[in-house]
């Protein structure tokens, strides 16, 4: 961060220390700058060296410093690792614990848990599977992020680099307002209110589209996976937009500056500057609304059509559908066996693999970015 | 590069102790939340009643405490007016809180400990399913005395429906098992036409709505449905749905949805079709097509028999072959107690809110709310079972 | 292409033409994204005031509770729910906030690159794509079947943790990350420890984005409706212990009361409820804001 001062296409001496001393602050490779940005990318990141270690470090080479404590260094470190452990421990006993409620129906289950579209939990033959479940859940999940991602990075990019420092304040307000309203009222809204505005759009759609057989049309509009896809991103703009404003907000002034300087562009300051820089709190901030859409409980259950038991599977995204969520809420109330209650835990453990694997990736990619 | 601003050092400690103002203020304000707020006092005073005396005019003791109820949802509307009315011929002096968190939760959380009755829209189940014979957890429960069933609300089962220009609509069990299972698609096919000679059916297709959460209303519709229908339904009795249609969440997300999807039709509690003025479907059961009312229901209703022992009241309700002007679909929420065993300040207070319950006067509220009351003879029946818990 | 020819010899030339045109569509994109975020936010929000500011404005709905009071009845009041909600949300927080902080401090400040950090990472993205109603269902096997305790407002915190817990850390990781480690090596060039670094520098500078997950992390627990069904379910009356017994909240009021149609008085308190909801998760948010904006220690 430190070598704004440097002409964008000469090469600098490293300084004597850091060429001796490798440990010491962010490594940065002055090869990169000679590439189309005018801003150095720093490679890998070492921790900086504190004073009990430096005090340390310069013990084993002979030479003493004055003592500095290290028991409130210790305790914090131990606090920190505690909670790290903690967080670990809590979420595999959460899994574990599940999977063993799950693992009996699962092995009962006659059909093949993965595709099967049936659901027969009770009784003494079980018949489940989780292929419509997934369907819906994760083309409602990914319907929403395609609407709300982009929206939200986009205020983002408002509220931080267009608007005027007193306008964003209230865009934020409302932003938070946002979140503050209860999935129950999204669900309610979703159906009295927004279900039948859409049934147009829908309608005209399907017109259009119909021959196609992702828009065919299924059910009533009012209970479709588009009208809950559409609910479910208007659910998780805040999220993503509180978190990449205050990633926004934190980009280097002296990398805008520099760009600026360079004659760019506000949306070329945005591109060079900004968005790198924010992509993995962006990209973070698009698992946690992902993970809210594909967790969403209520409002699914209140909004979506389920379709009846023997009915054939349609991709359509105005057909109805039940997520792993709303599935398992509807029938809460009646899990009187264990058998039954695995099943319904089994398809929310599915939901734990989705996640996982989506956030993986999503990982891989952004870890990609900053050492490109 | 980046310079602290080297002003705001000595402004930290102010700034720490107005953060802690604010902390302070709010925690304040939190706090204070709790020393304010009441209960509602009560709207009406009990008739012919001081408040604050022990007893009063109908005989209740009305003692103090508080007990909790889950269960059924087709009873909520009802079960929550009694209690109101409990509550004001009783001075407040207890508290009963009901959940209509459905008929499987109730006595899943009854005999769990978790609540002190819990009202169901079937009895208790004395066979295996899925591993486990209610009855007898339920008597695990009472410390090894049996669970009773007290059937106290009756709820009419409303075939509602929303055709463009039909404001009459007769049907019969069988009819209506063959819509609901998909194998009559149209409003005009001649099996509901023979039924309605001179009414003009459309030709649309039939949409039929189904309650997609697991409900107790769906069991015994389908109980109605296999039991009158002639061999028309196949499917066993269940609480989850396994007909046609499209699932829509609790009787308002049916309701909601049959009023405003034409040519639709589905089942749902009277009360709720009459609040949602959804026009409802007059059942032939041999006899001649019935209008749903109140007084077709308790007809029905008084040809049940019991096939409890004793003080256990369970019915076995009669679907079909139901004399002139009796409307048999229909469905009987039970209070679920324990005979014995349960706490005795609970008990009190369960034996006398029952009492009330039962009696003539909370009973004949129940039209009005979209209920039938219980049969003479039962409601006797059902007070002498109450007497005797102990 | 050069749009101005001028002579003098410090000629401000525009950029070229494709490069206004991004810049313009640019704009354009950003302008329509924050209408469209506005748009349904008013839309729900008229919904919600329409429907529900007449209760507001008495104040019984403020002090007194639902007991007595069916739906088909006016009266009563939403006390008890804004007790339960307060009450469930605070004791969520006073468990997900420092564990949710301190596990970020570790991600960032004493476990970047390390196998055991990357575990952590891993373990909070599993835990983000829980549903709510699975980690209800956990806590309801492990508290009510297991434990064999009964219903109470303690185990719908520790379910709700479960739901707070990744958008505090996540947030809070994020905002760590991006404190500069000049800041960090200003401290230690000073000789300051390494934990006194961390809570008075790197922290307090992080402060408002902290804040911000934390909000995040409460707006969304208060909101919850399912894991209160199970594991609380719903008291008209007051309550205010945490361990025993039921207890109401505003999101199962609108719950109990969502099913009756619109002309009974229970339908408004519906909406009422949803805006006391609202109005609440909104105070907490500004007073946070207040502290943040006055304990943020920022750079010039």
Known sequence: MAVTDTDATERVEPEPLAAQDPSLSPVVDHGAVTTHSPVPKVVAHRAPETPADHVEREAARGVKLAKISRTGDRIFRSLATTSGLLIV??????????????LPSLQADQDSFLTSRNWTVSGNELRF???GLFWTTVLSAVLAMAMAVPVAVGVALCMTQYLHKRVSGPVSFVVDLLAAVPSIIFGLWGLTVLGPFLAPAAAWLISKLGWIPFFERNVDPKGSVFVASVVLAIMILPIVI??????????????????????ATRWEVIRTAVLPHGRSGVISASMLGLGRALGETIAVMIILTTPSAGSPFSPSIFAGGETFASKIANNAAEFDSPSKTGAYIAAGLVLFVVTFAVNAIARIIAERGVES | MAKQNYARRPMNRLVSSRAGKFAALAALATFSLTACGSDPTSASEPAGAEPGSSANASGLACPAGKISAEGSSAQANAITEVIADYNAECGDK???????????????????????????????KT????GVIEADKAKERCQNNPAWNLPMVVGPIAFAYNIDGVDKLVLNAEVLSEIFNGTIKTWNDPKIAKLNSGAKLPSANITVFFRSDESGTTENTTKFLSKAGNGAWKDEPAKAWTGTGEGKNKSSGVAEATAGTKNSITYIEWSYAKDNNLPTAQLDSGNGPVELSGDAVAKAVSEAKVKGSGNDLSLDLKYSGTKAGAYPALLVTYEIVCSKGLAADKTAIVKDFLTYFSSADAQGKLPDLGYAPLPSGLQSKVKAAVAAIQ | MSASTADTPLAFRRPSGVRTIKNSLATIFVTVATLITIIPLAWVLTTVIIKGYRLLLSSTWWLESQRGITPRREGGGAYHAIVGTVEMALICAAIAVPLGVLGAIFLIEYGRGTKIARGVSFMVDILSGI?????????????ITIFGLGRSAIAVSCALVLLMLPVVLRSTEEMLK???DSLREASYALGVSKWKTIVKVVVPTAFGGIVTGVMLGLARVMGETAPLLILVSYAVGINFSPTTDTMGALPTMINAGRDQPPQMPGYERVWAAALTLIMIVMLLNVLARLIARFTTLKEK
């Open chain 1, 89 to 102: 421990l809590l979420v595999l006993f959460v899994g574990i614990f599940l999977l063993a409620l799950a």
């Open chain 1, 129 to 131: 599977g989780i292929a």
């Open chain 1, 242 to 263: 509180a978190i990449s404003r205050d990633v926004f907000a934190q980009t280097p002034r002296d990398h805008i500056e520099a760009a600026l300087a360079l004659g």
């Open chain 2, 94 to 124: 207890a508290t009963i809180e009901y959940n209509p968190t459905g008929s499987g939760a109730g006595i899943k959380s009854f005999y769990n400990g978790l609540v002190d009755f819990a009202g169901s829209d079937s009895a208790l």
């Open chain 2, 127 to 130: 066979e295996m399913k899925d």
């Open chain 3, 131 to 143: 549903p709510s109603i699975v980690a209800a269902l956990f806590i309801y096997a492990l508290f």
């Open chain 3, 178 to 180: 991006l404190v500069p």
